[in-house]
């Protein structure tokens, strides 16, 4: 494995287990896990949580998560998720292929079929197939954001061998701390751009990253978007662009930058649930998705 993608697991991972100790399911948490979305029952799985004793059919939240497209799984993602179902929804979160074992399109193929999933089957969990959100960070806003264009763009569409449910489009979504914004430079403090070199089957030529932005596929039917960062997001600076994409095509969509007070906000701060902002930040982006149910 490629000796960048092997630091960051490492690091990510021991971060993520020092954030997340001591959490555990909620007692108001149904959780259904293990599901299988693909045939690869490593990689193709997903869990699906709900609120105990909630009025059924409710609103669905599909997960995206995030990693640099080479760390990250349905695990590490489980608190965040089951916290958003607390919020009265039924969340999707999934495992999706990683680079450098399996590079681009396979993850943008597994979102899919996850949705694919979603629309066929959510409703057998409790969920509303009408009202289907979507949320990514990081990686995963910049995966939900080309999932979307997929959705609303057929002409780039026509560049995958594979494609979204048909006629579907996410109610609405949420892209935090996203990479909108893809790059090769030799820049070595720009890791974004190195990640490439384990992302993309060419490392980053001309036709990979046209396909792998975000910006030049976005149309007028891209879906209503809340699009987060915060002032300690190393991604901070790629928000305001698509925010101004979006309010030039006329696109439902809010901006909000987090933090501003004491310590910066850091990366996908959102995920932290002993975080009180992250608590603020979830409830505000659900009351958004709940303005179109």
Same mark, same amino acid.
């Given at each position: 494995?490629?000796?960048l993608?092997?630091?960051i697991?490492?690091?990510?991972?021991?971060?993520?287990?020092?954030?997340?100790?001591?959490?555990?399911?909620?007692?108001?948490?149904?959780?259904?896990?293990d599901?299988?979305?693909?045939?690869?029952?490593?990689?193709?799985?997903?869990?699906?949580?709900?609120?105990?004793?909630?009025?059924?059919?409710?609103?669905?939240?599909?997960?995206?998560?995030?990693g640099?497209?080479?760390?990250?799984?349905?695990?590490?993602?489980?608190?965040?998720?089951?916290?958003?179902?607390?919020?009265?929804?039924v969340?999707?979160?999934?495992?999706?292929?990683?680079?450098?074992?399996?590079?681009?399109?396979?993850?943008?193929?597994?979102?899919?079929?996850?949705?694919?999933?979603?629309v066929?089957?959510?409703?057998? *969990? @409790? +969920?509303?197939? $009408?009202?289907?959100?979507? #949320?990514?960070?990081?990686?995963?806003?910049?995966?939900?954001?080309?999932f %979307?264009?997929?959705?609303?763009?057929?002409?780039?569409?026509?560049?995958?061998?594979?494609?979204?449910?048909?006629?579907?489009?996410?109610?609405?979504?949420?892209?935090?701390?996203?990479a909108?914004?893809?790059?090769?430079?030799?820049?070595?403090?720009?890791?974004?751009?190195?990640?490439?070199?384990?992302?993309?089957?060419?490392?980053?030529?001309?036709?990979?990253?046209?396909m792998?932005?975000?910006?030049?596929?976005?149309?007028?039917?891209?879906?209503?978007?809340?699009?987060?960062?915060?002032?300690?997001?190393?991604l901070?600076?790629?928000a305001?662009?698509?925010?101004?994409?979006?309010?030039?095509?006329?696109?439902?969509?809010?901006?909000?930058? *987090? @933090? +501003?007070?004491? $310590?910066?906000?850091?990366? #996908?701060?959102?995920?932290?649930?002993?975080?009180?902002?992250?608590?603020? %930040?979830?409830?505000?982006?659900?009351?958004?998705?709940?303005?179109?149910?």
């Amino acid at each position: 494995m490629h000796e960048l993608a092997m630091m960051i697991r490492q690091q990510f991972f021991e971060g993520d287990e020092i954030r997340d100790a001591g959490l555990t399911t909620p007692d108001d948490i149904e959780r259904f896990d293990d599901i299988a979305y693909g045939p690869d029952r490593k990689w193709q799985m997903l869990d699906a949580y709900r609120p105990k004793g909630a009025d059924l059919p409710l609103p669905v939240i599909v997960s995206v998560h995030g990693g640099g497209w080479v760390y990250g799984d349905k695990e590490r993602y489980q608190w965040y998720c089951m916290n958003l179902a607390q919020r009265g929804f039924v969340v999707v979160n999934f495992t999706y292929r990683l680079a450098p074992e399996f590079q681009f399109p396979a993850s943008m193929e597994d979102t899919c079929m996850v949705f694919q999933w979603t629309v066929d089957h959510i409703a057998e *969990y @409790g +969920g509303d197939v $009408e009202h289907i959100f979507a #949320v990514g960070d990081s990686a995963g806003g910049h995966m939900l954001g080309l999932f %979307c264009n997929m959705c609303t763009n057929p002409a780039y569409a026509a560049k995958f061998d594979f494609a979204p449910p048909a006629g579907f489009v996410p109610t609405a979504v949420a892209l935090n701390c996203g990479a909108f914004h893809i790059e090769v430079n030799d820049d070595p403090n720009d890791l974004t751009s190195a990640l490439m070199a384990d992302y993309l089957p060419n490392g980053g030529d001309e036709r990979e990253i046209e396909m792998v932005n975000v910006a030049p596929h976005v149309t007028v039917d891209f879906p209503p978007a809340y699009i987060m960062t915060c002032d300690g997001d190393f991604l901070h600076d790629a928000a305001e662009p698509l925010a101004k994409l979006l309010r030039e095509l006329k696109v439902c969509h809010e901006l909000h930058v *987090y @933090g +501003g007070i004491g $310590e910066p906000l850091g990366h #996908v701060f959102h995920c932290n649930m002993k975080s009180e902002e992250a608590r603020r %930040c979830n409830d505000e982006e659900c009351r958004f998705f709940m303005r179109f149910v």
